[in-house]
């Protein structure tokens, strides 16, 4: 899930530029009603909610433990680190001691108020750890057992998740209506993305974990949380690539990178990467893209020509929030492909097509949340790729630090520089094992 920074490279973030290396400009306008990123509870994204609405939860009581979480109270403050409660399990919840937790753009967006949100708050849902103790009706899982804890949440009822559709899921979760965090006050903290993973330990629905192998590293596991599972769906599930497809990935970092992986997996042609950061061009390229442009230079029409021999692209991923991005990106997609929207950007920005258009060069605009992924299908597979040699995560881990720096991970994630920057919430040097 990426999401927007101050300054892009993508010559364009909240207004139109002249031009913008992707063809015909949109026209920003305020239209808000499509901010999931602030729902609540079912959609698997929690921004703010009712958080004392406790009477909905069965909170255990006389258990718990006494954790370290990184607090968030306001728009661009530095994350506090406090000790704060954490309720027992409920029932279909879990504790688990979380050894690693990524660092997504979408933390950023709430910090950086790109997405309004109540504050405090704890971040982080890209986690990876162990299993602390079980609630009622958990008898799946034991102490020890090595997890990976996501922020999609699944009741297994609702008509979405009868049909497979899991990340549109739109059951009720007693975890959206009471965190089970509190401070010294008893005043409720909410879940950040339904996890607060920059802490040392979590509680979460059962849904929300997918039991992983005794050998997978917990470190580089963590990425399958979010921005790998993201990127990867969004190529393998959300628009069907399959051998001999031509491929534009937009966007190089942590999800981008997990996309390029995944068309190279599905027998691609070729794929080309974008992006304004050298670095990451050359990222891609190690990662699997037969190409690498600059959209602050390249003719990106053209040059996606060149490289297919002739045809646009079949499937075209749009992987960060930059407006720029999404400005002309169906004009390089080609008759029959698909434009895939999978980073978020701004709530307050759109874009114009011309459906006659559309209709005519049969192109299709794709949303894809989370790669339209279900955890106990699409988490298996990415583990079984990344033991075969297919599927690297070891290098996409540009850094690891402890909880207390959190904040030189939000700085480094900024820079645009990284793939991915990992916290050990239970490490004092943040040094992997």
């Known amino acids: 899930m990426n999401t927007p920074v101050a300054d892009s490279g993508y010559r364009q973030d909240r207004t139109p530029a002249t031009d913008s290396g992707y063809g015909r400009e949109p026209t920003p306008t305020i239209d808000s009603s499509h901010r999931f990123p602030l729902k609540a509870g079912s959609g698997g994204f929690s921004g703010s909610g009712p958080w004392t609405r406790c009477s909905l939860r069965a909170v255990p009581t006389g258990r718990g433990a006494t954790i370290r979480a990184a607090v968030c109270r306001g728009v661009g403050l530095p994350p506090s680190i406090e000790e704060l409660h954490l309720d027992a399990p409920g ?40 299993i602390a103790e079980t609630g009622s009706g958990v008898d799946d899982l034991a102490t020890g057992d090595p997890v990976l804890v996501s922020l999609i949440r699944t009741c297994g009822e609702c008509r979405a998740c009868r049909r497979g559709h899991d990340v549109v899921c739109s059951g009720e979760f007693a975890l ?111 990662f699997g893209a037969t190409h690498v442009l600059d959209p ?12 297919t021999g002739g045809p646009l692209a079949d499937h075209l991923f749009v992987t960060t929030g930059a407006h720029a991005a999404l400005a002309g990106a169906i004009d390089i997609v080609a008759p029959m492909g698909n434009l895939v929207i999978v980073g978020m950007p701004a709530d307050d920005f759109t874009i114009q097509v011309a459906p006659s258009w559309l209709a005519a060069a049969n192109k299709s605009i794709l949303g894809s949340k989370l790669g339209t992924s279900r955890l106990a299908v699409d988490v298996p597979a990415l583990i079984d790729h990344h033991r075969a040699g297919r599927l690297d995560l070891t290098g996409m881990v540009t850094s690891t630090h402890p909880l207390a720096d959190l904040a030189v991970a939000f700085d480094e994630v900024r820079s645009g520089e990284v793939l991915r920057t990992v916290i050990l919430p239970n490490s004092c040097a943040g040094a992997r094992a």
């Open 296 to 307: 602050t230079v390249d003719d990106l029409a053209a040059a996606v020509t060149a490289a």
């Open 91 to 130: 029932a279909g919840e879990v504790r688990v001691v979380v050894e690693a937790c990524a660092v997504c753009h979408s933390d950023l967006s709430y910090v950086d108020g790109t997405w309004p949100t109540t504050f405090p708050l704890v971040l982080g849902h890209e986690a990876a750890g162990r």
């Open 176 to 286: 959206s209506t009471c965190s089970p965090l509190s401070d010294a006050d008893g005043n409720r903290i909410p879940q950040g993305l339904n996890v607060a993973g920059f802490a040392t330990q979590v509680v979460v629905h059962r849904s929300q974990v997918t039991l992983l192998p005794d050998d997978v590293d917990l470190v580089e596991a963590c990425l399958l949380g979010c921005g790998v599972l993201t990127g990867s769906g969004a190529v393998t599930n959300t628009a069907g690539v399959s051998e001999g497809d031509a491929v534009v990935v937009v966007g190089c970092g942590g999800v981008g990178i997990g996309a390029i992986q995944a068309a190279r997996i599905a027998g691609a042609a070729t794929i080309v990467a974008v992006d304004p950061i050298a670095g990451k061009r050359e990222a891609a390229k190690r």
